[in-house]
């Protein structure tokens, strides 16, 4: 049996946060939380202090010379982490402005000791820290002082058990925060990094002593339930994925000539690329792949990226809506974080209980992305199939490109090598008219038909004619028609 | 400066002597006290002055014998100031005047922290009075 200390590792409510710290934070730890002004700092603080102060575990919040305290009061409590019957028994703040007045770092200590002593906390917050650093002396003097000073909080605290944050408006790069980078345990650093005009929110864990935490700037939101982190890791992947099926459940398009061609349909979870040019059916195709999981009792999710209109006219696609069979998406934000969208799409999926998700289309998703993620956009394609596949949820994706025969490519960005199946719909000239053609690339385990059919668009929606096409060189938009002993 | 400031009245020592203290002032101020007691950890000496320099502000025309000193920065100085004031009206004005008074300040602190958690904060206040009253009360 091992006689090594175990570290009681604390769950900090911050979802997405446990991960990155390596499983919690580990108990009677000094930690610094760090970051800008506005970066959210004192909303981590207190989401950490609600979710783990009770009455056996109670939890001093000292404010210092930041945000006043009324401020803090008036907006914390718009979180709905933010819970009133914590304060008093729980929850206790103590405003250290005036003990700051006289400079001296001994004299706040002192204070602090004194309030630790009479409520005995499991849980101590500074904010901000900096404040209190600025009001010591100048020069070495002054560093000495804070150095001491932190370095007795720490002993301090840590003898009476208590897991302590300081918060500051520090940076990673900050000469001013060295001494206290050096002393405490751990340190999280946010920040909210520009790009354009578009702001992303990042959090990092920069230390974390005894344990092994994840690395790098994770992405992160503030929403009305505080902060949410997102590791940069690919969902679990589900048990039902390591059982080989033999005979996967199809489920159909929509398209009759379609699912023919799928030989059957496409199989139940499994996420297909439709792509081709403008006018060519992707939209078409993804109401009918819904209408036909409406006809089976199934719920859908659509998330547009074009135009509202040419949503808006879409007859069959608001009757499906107004039965209640499909819940549109859509965003009006043009700086989105994939996160924001996924949590939404998620949360859409959870809430109706959607299994067949169309988003329509990949090329115009990166007009609503902010730009870190419109410069990848095929990491965030990757991350949102991942996720979906997690879910288990048929996708039809739609990706349009301009036609540029006799280039022969099936998306843009190499995104087709992110689907299970991919469908290529492209135009060719004959006789004098612009026909549409299809035909299945590929579609992973499943057998399926190499054929290039030709289809119509009429009032029925899709009508793929039962044949191969009578023509060769269609993909190069230019076909010549098959003779018969060909 | 306010009109009304030229009416404050210096406070000679801080507190009243005893001999100016008639019975009715004490026990007002009492549950200022036992308040700023609850609300100064939590906003700070600043928060909890600047609040209640301002109810004061606004209960003052009708009550002129109310005194604002600017000089007075801790709840001690206010508090002692006020019941100065109350020292010099007789109990039924003071009275007035307090309730007056606490209505705005509770209004002021919901209106920033909200109803739910003044509400709570004040009852915590005078559950602590009445406990201090009912062992008084036992004493006697």
Avoid at chain 1, 294 to 314: M, P, S
Avoid at chain 2, 62 to 75: G, V
Avoid at chain 2, 86 to 101: R, T
Wanted: glycine content about 10%; charged content about 20%.
């Amino acid at each position: 049996m091992s006689e090594k200390v175990t570290l009681g590792k604390l769950s900090t409510g911050v979802p997405g946060l446990d991960v990155l710290l390596g499983g919690g934070l580990t108990e009677f730890s000094f930690t610094l939380i760090a970051g800008a002004p506005g970066s959210g700092k004192t909303t981590l603080a207190h989401q950490i202090m609600f979710a783990l102060a009770q009455p056996e575990r109670r939890a001093l919040f000292f404010t210092v010379l930041g945000e006043p305290p009324l401020k803090m009061l008036r907006y914390q409590q718009q979180f709905s982490f933010f819970d009133m019957d914590k304060l008093g028994p729980s929850i206790r703040y103590v405003n250290l402005a005036d003990d700051l007045r006289a400079g001296d770092f001994s004299g706040v200590l002192e204070r602090i000791m004194r309030e630790v002593e009479d409520f005995s906390p499991g849980l101590v917050f500074v904010d901000s820290f900096r404040s209190v650093a600025q009001t010591g002396r100048n020069g070495n003097e002054g560093l000495w002082d804070l150095q001491h000073f932190i370095q007795e909080l720490g002993s301090r605290m840590a003898m009476w058990q208590a897991s302590t944050f300081l918060i500051g408006e520090y940076t990673p790069a900050d000469v001013e925060a060295n001494p206290i980078i050096t002393v405490a345990d751990g340190m999280i650093a946010l920040s909210h990094n520009q790009d354009g005009d578009a702001v992303v929110r990042k959090l990092r864990v920069v230390k974390m002593r005894g344990q092994a935490h994840l690395s790098g700037s994770h992405t992160m939101r503030i929403t009305d339930d505080g902060l949410r982190v997102y590791p940069r890791l690919l969902p679990s992947m589900p048990d039902t994925f390591r059982v080989a099926h033999r005979d996967a459940c199809r489920i159909s398009t929509g398209v009759a000539g379609l699912d023919e061609l799928l030989h059957g349909g496409l199989p139940q979870g499994h996420t297909l690329l439709a792509s081709g040019p403008t006018g060519i059916g992707k939209t078409i195709l993804g109401t009918r792949f819904l209408q036909a999981g409406a006809d089976a009792g199934e719920k859908g999710v659509a998330i547009y990226f074009e135009k509202h209109t040419a949503r808006l006219r879409n007859a069959e696609l608001i009757q499906l809506v107004n039965a209640g069979h499909v819940t549109v998406m859509e965003s009006r934000s043009l700086s989105l974080s994939i996160e924001e969208l996924m949590d939404e799409l998620l949360d859409t999926i959870a809430r109706t209980g959607a299994t067949r998700v169309v988003i329509d289309s990949l090329s115009e998703i990166a007009l609503y992305l902010a730009p870190e993620f419109r410069h990848d956009l095929r990491l965030t394609v990757f991350r949102t199939l991942a996720l979906l596949a997690e879910r288990g949820v048929s996708v039809l994706v739609t990706a349009g490109f301009e036609d540029n025969q006799p280039d022969l490519r099936f998306s843009f960005d190499n995104l087709c090598f992110l689907a299970d199946a991919v469908l290529t719909m492209r135009f060719a000239e004959i006789e004098g008219r612009l026909c549409k053609f299809m035909t299945v690339v590929k579609a992973r385990g499943i057998a399926h038909s190499n054929e290039l059919r030709s289809y119509s668009i009429t009032e029925k929606g899709i009508e793929v004619d039962p044949f191969p096409a009578p023509y060769d060189r269609v993909l190069s938009g230019y076909p010549v028609a098959r003779t018969q002993h060909k | 400066m306010d009109k009304h400031d030229n009416r404050a009245r210096p406070l000679v020592a801080g507190t009243p002597s005893d001999a100016v203290r008639p019975g009715h002032a004490p026990p007002l101020v009492h549950a200022w006290l036992r308040l700023s007691g609850r609300l100064v950890p939590l906003i700070g000496e600043n928060g909890f002055g600047a609040l209640f320099g301002r109810s004061l502000r606004l209960v003052a025309p009708n009550y002129p014998w109310l005194s604002m000193d600017l000089s007075r920065k801790t709840s001690a100085t206010l508090l002692a100031g006020l019941e100065a004031d109350f020292a010099s009206v007789d109990d039924g004005d003071a009275g007035n005047a307090n309730e007056a008074l606490i209505g705005i300040f509770t209004r002021q602190l919901g209106a920033l922290i909200g109803p739910a958690l003044t509400t709570r904060l004040l009852a915590e206040s005078k559950a602590e009075n009445e406990q201090q009253q009912n062992q008084q009360e036992h004493k006697e």
